[in-house]
């Protein structure tokens, strides 16, 4: 398993930035590709954006590409979210996660989680 803590966020204006950060340890963190879900009260927890261990493979979903950009520091043991442009969609509890597969958009397909970190945005 994967200890994962996330970090950054907020509550900021629709048209805003938040950064997410996610620190891991325990198992291998580099091995791992990770991801970041988001659930909103009353909706399903989605899938926002994943990267492969090597940094080198990213994913998103439609309705933040080009907005959020997802990124991962090995060094550091730790994968960022910067979130551009944010709207009032947005807002959600915020969660990353590790799997040893390539990114899903399943959460299913993920072995840790972390406590999740609220984004909320305001019209």
């Known amino acids: 398993q994967v200890q994962l803590v996330e970090s950054g966020g907020g509550l900021v204006q629709a048209g805003g930035s938040l950064r997410l950060s996610c620190a891991a340890s325990?198992?291998?963190?580099?091995?791992?590709?990770m991801g970041w879900f988001r659930q909103a009260p009353g909706k399903e927890r989605e899938f926002v954006a994943g990267i492969r261990w090597s940094g080198h493979g990213t994913f998103y979903a439609d309705s933040v590409k080009g907005r959020f950009t997802i990124s991962r520091d090995n060094a550091k043991n730790a994968v960022y979210l910067q979130m551009n442009s944010l709207k009032p969609e947005d807002t959600a509890v915020y969660y990353c996660a590790a799997t040893s597969l390539d990114p899903s958009l399943s959460a299913g397909e993920y072995h840790s989680w972390g406590q999740g970190t609220q984004v909320t945005v305001s019209s």
């Open positions: 325990g198992r291998a963190f580099r091995d791992q590709a």
